[in-house]
């Protein structure tokens, strides 16, 4: 026999869900908005092109961790809402929502309107705050502290229109991934202030140039002879002006046919690898050409480096091995001072001014950005006592320091003695930490084109009317410091401030 219903004797409450209260509510409409938000995420997440880092965080932390939120306040709602009615047997709801009540029903619409608006609100929000998270302000400016030196070289770059993550996160699941980690430990070591300073290179999951330069340059194009012009100024009383023009040979051979001159590197018809016995890669005892059609392969070595290097430390040549400086270089005081004496916003009528301004920038004594101008100020003042000059000082001072702040940053510990720029091999190894008479095969081959003339023809040099003529053929470097010892490379006597 079937039990009897029994019915509620009259006056006993009616029962009810304990999920029906205002806790539970709030806490729906907040699940509901970040599962919304969630959805959309991933919908971008999947259908995007280029991703971003921070989408990451976004999708699968951020609107997860509202989720959690909305869902714990639904079930807290409830169990708030028993335990209750289990203490309180005279008046059991304490939050509940009463729909015969006028009033609770009037909150209720605004409630629904107000949750409505949320919901749509949140997603619009996030779908911002994703595209906000990719663009050039957020990672250099909101990020300011950490990568302000970054975000001030890039804007004078030639690639101060390519957006951050155009190199750093490029498109592609397995480099998204790493980034998206990568972009999470970063946000985090960022809002913990434990970022390292200076921050570290080379980075090592930065994306290979395939993905990332090779979407706009690529390495079949012709790039012929590329000419540069370096304008000096010597460290002398009159701030003596020199000149070189300069034809790169970055390609020699003729278009169509294989990459000759210095993007040979990165033809497709041989593969060169090395191994770096630091970690800035500016040490490079061991390195192996290999004939991709053939599979003949030679190394080279130095002397000194008897060993093997395992198949992980070896690196494949890509164009970041020269290139390391595409978007953000720290140009060297010396460098950046020449570069105001030759636009005339430094004055080279104060007698030594180059060499002044290079040593007012490379004070040991500076070590914040803040206490920079003073101490600039302080140190050009010093040098010139002369009443004649008195006129010219306020201007190069201003000049010096505004030099400074876009060159330098001391708290940061960013400038370009942390940062070396392997393109030439001026100031920093560059080329010759291969290109040497050091690396030799087992046969006793050296590396060709290591002499003056295989990458460089100057076509011009000096000051004035010197400059005056070209040689097709290609000029004798003729070094303003003197004879060249050959036992010496440019970078043991030149280190981007005054040499000694
Ligand atoms: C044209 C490509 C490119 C663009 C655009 C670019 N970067 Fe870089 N970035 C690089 C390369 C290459 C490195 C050096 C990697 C190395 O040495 O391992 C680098 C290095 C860095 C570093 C490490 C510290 C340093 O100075 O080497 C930071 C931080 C950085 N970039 C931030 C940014 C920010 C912020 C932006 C946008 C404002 C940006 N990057 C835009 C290519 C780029
Ligand atoms: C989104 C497209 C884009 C990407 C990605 C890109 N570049 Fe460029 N790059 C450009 C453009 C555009 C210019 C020309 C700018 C100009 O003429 O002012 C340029 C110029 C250059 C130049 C010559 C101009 C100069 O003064 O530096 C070099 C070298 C270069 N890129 C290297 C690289 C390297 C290396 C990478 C990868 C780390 C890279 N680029 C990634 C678009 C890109
Ligand atoms: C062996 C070093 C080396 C490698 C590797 C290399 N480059 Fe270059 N590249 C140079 C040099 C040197 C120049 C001449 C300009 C200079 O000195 O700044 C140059 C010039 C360029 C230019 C400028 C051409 C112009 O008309 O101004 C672009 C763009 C460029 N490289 C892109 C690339 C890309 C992309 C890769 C990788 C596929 C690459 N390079 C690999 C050394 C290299
Ligand atoms: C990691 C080592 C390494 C670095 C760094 C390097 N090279 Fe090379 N380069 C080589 C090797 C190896 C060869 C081939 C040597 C041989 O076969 O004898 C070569 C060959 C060349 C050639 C001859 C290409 C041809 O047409 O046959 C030129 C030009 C050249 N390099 C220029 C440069 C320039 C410019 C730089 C700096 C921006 C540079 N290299 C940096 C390793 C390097
Ligand atoms: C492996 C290739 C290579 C060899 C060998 C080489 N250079 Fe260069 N050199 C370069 C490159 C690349 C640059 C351009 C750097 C840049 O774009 O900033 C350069 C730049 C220069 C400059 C201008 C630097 C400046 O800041 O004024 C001079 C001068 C120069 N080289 C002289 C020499 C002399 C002298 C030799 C022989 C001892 C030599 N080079 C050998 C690749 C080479
Ligand atoms: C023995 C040390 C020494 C070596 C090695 C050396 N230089 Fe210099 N160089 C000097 C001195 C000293 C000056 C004069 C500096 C001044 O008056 O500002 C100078 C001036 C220069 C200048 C003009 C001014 C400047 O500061 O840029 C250039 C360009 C230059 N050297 C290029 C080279 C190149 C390229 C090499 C390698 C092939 C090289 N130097 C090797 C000591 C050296």
Same mark, same amino acid.
């Given at each position: 026999?079937?039990?009897?219903? =029994? +019915?509620?004797?009259?006056?006993?409450?009616?029962?009810?869900?304990?999920?029906?209260?205002?806790?539970?509510?709030?806490?729906?409409?907040?699940?509901?908005?970040?599962?919304?938000?969630?959805?959309?995420?991933?919908?971008?997440?999947?259908?995007?092109?280029?991703?971003?880092?921070?989408?990451? =965080?976004?999708?699968?932390?951020?609107?997860?961790?509202?989720?959690?939120?909305?869902?714990?306040?639904?079930?807290?709602?409830?169990?708030?809402?028993?335990?209750?009615?289990?203490?309180?047997?005279?008046? +059991?709801?304490?939050?509940?929502?009463?729909?015969?009540?006028?009033?609770?029903?009037?909150?209720?619409?605004?409630?629904?309107?107000?949750?409505? #608006?949320? &919901?749509?609100?949140?997603?619009?929000?996030?779908?911002?705050?994703?595209?906000?998270?990719?663009?050039?302000?957020?990672?250099?400016?909101?990020?300011?502290?950490?990568?302000?030196?970054?975000?001030?070289?890039?804007?004078?770059?030639?690639?101060?229109?390519?957006? %951050?993550? !155009?190199?750093?996160?490029?498109?592609?699941?397995?480099?998204?991934?790493?980034?998206?980690?990568?972009?999470?430990?970063?946000?985090?070591?960022?809002?913990?202030?434990?970022?390292?300073? $200076?921050?570290?290179?080379?980075?090592?999951?930065?994306? +290979?140039?395939?993905?990332?330069?090779?979407?706009?340059?690529?390495?079949?194009?012709?790039?012929?002879?590329?000419?540069?012009?370096?304008?000096?100024?010597?460290?002398?009383?009159?701030?003596?002006?020199?000149?070189?023009?300069?034809?790169?040979?970055?390609?020699? @051979?003729?278009?169509?046919?294989?990459?000759?001159? &210095?993007?040979?590197?990165?033809? $497709?018809?041989?593969?060169?690898?090395?191994?770096?016995?630091?970690?800035?890669?500016?040490?490079? +005892?061991?390195?192996?050409?290999?004939?991709?059609?053939?599979?003949?392969?030679?190394?080279?070595?130095?002397?000194?480096?008897? !060993?093997?290097?395992?198949?992980?430390?070896?690196?494949?040549?890509?164009?970041?091995?020269?290139?390391?400086?595409?978007?953000?270089?720290?140009?060297?005081?010396?460098? *950046?001072?020449?570069?105001?004496?030759?636009?005339?916003?430094? @004055?080279?009528?104060?007698?030594?001014?180059?060499?002044?301004?290079?040593?007012?920038?490379?004070?040991?004594?500076?070590?914040?950005? *803040?206490?920079? $101008?003073?101490? &600039?100020?302080?140190? #050009?003042?010093?040098?010139?006592?002369?009443?004649?000059? *008195?006129?010219?000082?306020?201007?190069?001072? *201003?000049? =010096?320091?505004?030099?400074?702040?876009?060159?330098?940053?001391?708290?940061?510990?960013?400038?370009?003695?942390?940062?070396?720029?392997?393109?030439?091999?001026?100031?920093?190894?560059?080329?010759?930490?291969?290109?040497?008479?050091?690396?030799?095969?087992?046969?006793?081959?050296?590396?060709?084109?290591?002499? %003056?003339?295989?990458?460089?023809? =100057?076509?011009?040099? !000096?000051?004035?009317?010197?400059?005056?003529?070209?040689?097709?053929?290609?000029?004798?470097?003729?070094?303003? !410091?003197?004879?060249?010892?050959?036992?010496?490379?440019?970078?043991? %006597?030149?280190?981007?401030?005054?040499?000694?």
């Amino acid at each position: 026999m079937p039990d009897p219903v =029994i +019915p509620p004797f009259p006056g006993a409450p009616k029962r009810h869900s304990h999920f029906n209260n205002w806790i539970s509510a709030i806490g729906a409409v907040l699940a509901v908005a970040a599962l919304f938000s969630f959805a959309l995420l991933v919908w971008v997440d999947f259908t995007q092109g280029e991703k971003n880092p921070y989408l990451g =965080i976004l999708t699968y932390i951020v609107a997860p961790a509202f989720l959690i939120m909305g869902l714990a306040a639904v079930f807290g709602g409830a169990i708030a809402q028993r335990r209750w009615m289990v203490k309180h047997a005279q008046v +059991p709801d304490k939050w509940r929502l009463d729909f015969s009540d006028d009033r609770h029903r009037r909150w209720l619409v605004v409630f629904g309107i107000g949750a409505a #608006v949320f &919901i749509m609100l949140s997603a619009f929000g996030s779908y911002k705050t994703y595209h906000y998270s990719e663009s050039v302000q957020f990672c250099g400016q909101v990020c300011h502290a950490a990568m302000n030196p970054e975000f001030v070289t890039y804007q004078r770059g030639a690639h101060a229109r390519v957006d %951050c993550v !155009g190199c750093h996160v490029g498109s592609g699941a397995q480099y998204f991934v790493k980034a998206k980690l990568n972009g999470t430990h970063q946000l985090i070591a960022f809002t913990l202030d434990n970022y390292k300073r $200076p921050i570290e290179t080379p980075i090592k999951n930065l994306r +290979p140039a395939q993905d990332t330069c090779e979407k706009c340059h690529w390495p079949q194009k012709f790039a012929g002879n590329v000419e540069i012009n370096f304008e000096h100024f010597l460290s002398d009383k009159k701030n003596t002006a020199f000149e070189a023009r300069l034809l790169l040979h970055v390609n020699k @051979s003729v278009p169509g046919s294989p990459i000759g001159g &210095i993007h040979w590197h990165v033809s $497709p018809n041989d593969r060169v690898e090395y191994f770096a016995a630091d970690e800035k890669r500016q040490d490079i +005892p061991w390195m192996r050409v290999t004939n991709t059609k053939d599979g003949t392969s030679k190394v080279f070595r130095t002397a000194a480096f008897k !060993g093997e290097p395992s198949a992980d430390q070896i690196r494949v040549m890509d164009c970041m091995d020269c290139h390391n400086r595409p978007a953000h270089t720290f140009p060297t005081a010396n460098e *950046a001072i020449e570069k105001s004496l030759s636009a005339g916003t430094l @004055s080279t009528k104060l007698a030594n001014i180059k060499r002044v301004a290079v040593q007012a920038m490379t004070q040991k004594e500076i070590t914040t950005a *803040a206490e920079a $101008p003073q101490k &600039i100020a302080d140190f #050009v003042k010093a040098k010139y006592t002369d009443a004649a000059l *008195a006129a010219e000082l306020p201007g190069a001072i *201003a000049e =010096i320091q505004r030099v400074f702040s876009q060159t330098i940053f001391p708290d940061r510990k960013a400038d370009w003695r942390i940062y070396p720029n392997n393109i030439g091999h001026k100031d920093w190894p560059g080329c010759f930490r291969c290109h040497d008479d050091k690396h030799k095969t087992t046969a006793g081959l050296a590396v060709r084109s290591s002499d %003056c003339t295989s990458c460089h023809t =100057i076509l011009t040099q !000096g000051k004035g009317s010197e400059l005056e003529s070209l040689s097709a053929k290609g000029l004798t470097f003729k070094h303003p !410091g003197g004879e060249l010892d050959p036992d010496l490379t440019c970078a043991d %006597c030149h280190n981007g401030g005054i040499q000694k």
